[in-house]
């Protein structure tokens, strides 16, 4: 029974190129989210999504990130025209629909980006 | 907006000890979920203990057990018999049931066991 995963675990851009994550949540799960953690912070909530539906995304910069889940295949995070800041963790997590929903969430083993 | 505290940034402690690790949240919701989720070096989020706020009783799991103060607005968790496998980042972490169940995580506590 596979986990959360995501991909690339590390992943190397330079300042001004474009990174995308990719995350496959567990079976069956239907909602999905995007933390980022910075070096010596907690998570940080991004967006929360179901399949072609973005539910909240009050955590997302307003310029240069996005987020999808489309109806067929992983959600993915889009960052464009990347800046050293943006080096950090990014988690993905998910969660069963409604009523299977126990309030828990399953992490990936998070995604490291680094910018030059 | 929902806030969560933990103090105390870092702790050791010898293998088999029991440890407390505090945590406070601030919130005017009356019914959410609280969670302490550990990240060993492996970076990983593993959920250690949850608890729902409506219940009374204190969560247990095996060697976790967490001190749940509702009106105080406290959540600590307690580590009985400390195993080195138990060093990690552990991060309390807020949910408002409902909405859109995003976590509200605090700064994290780095804690060493030591043999």
């Known amino acids: 029974n596979a986990g959360v995963m995501q991909n690339p675990r590390h992943l190397v851009r330079r300042r001004g190129q474009e990174a995308r994550l990719r995350c496959s949540p567990m079976k069956g799960h239907s909602h999905v989210y995007w933390y980022r953690q910075l070096p010596e912070e907690g998570l940080k909530f991004m967006v929360y999504?179901?399949?072609?539906?973005?539910?909240?995304e009050s955590g997302m910069p307003k310029e240069r990130f996005s987020a999808e889940f489309p109806k067929e295949g992983p959600s993915i995070l889009r960052i464009q025209q990347v800046v050293r800041g943006d080096s950090a963790a990014y988690f993905c997590?998910?969660?069963?629909?409604?009523?299977?929903?126990?309030?828990?969430?399953?992490f990936g083993e998070g995604s490291r980006l680094t910018v030059l | 907006a929902q806030t969560v505290t933990q103090s105390q940034p870092e702790m050791s402690v010898q293998e088999a000890e029991t440890v407390t690790l505090s945590c406070t949240y601030d919130?005017?919701?009356?019914?959410?979920?609280l969670f302490w989720y550990k990240q060993p070096p492996s970076r990983q989020m593993i959920l250690v203990i949850r608890?729902?706020?409506?219940?009374?009783q204190n969560a247990t799991e095996n060697r976790f057990s967490v001190n749940f103060q509702k009106a105080a607005k406290s959540f600590s968790l307690k580590i009985s018999d400390s195993q080195l496998g138990d060093t990690a980042m552990y991060f309390c972490a807020f949910m408002k049931q409902g909405g859109s169940e995003k976590l509200v995580f605090g700064k994290g506590m780095k804690l060493t066991v030591n043999p």
């Open positions: 997590a998910s969660s069963p629909p409604g009523f299977l929903n126990t309030g828990e969430l399953f």
């Open positions: 919130t005017s919701e009356n019914n959410y979920y």
């Open positions: 608890q729902e706020a409506y219940k009374q």
């Open positions: 999504l179901q399949k072609e539906n973005i539910i909240d």
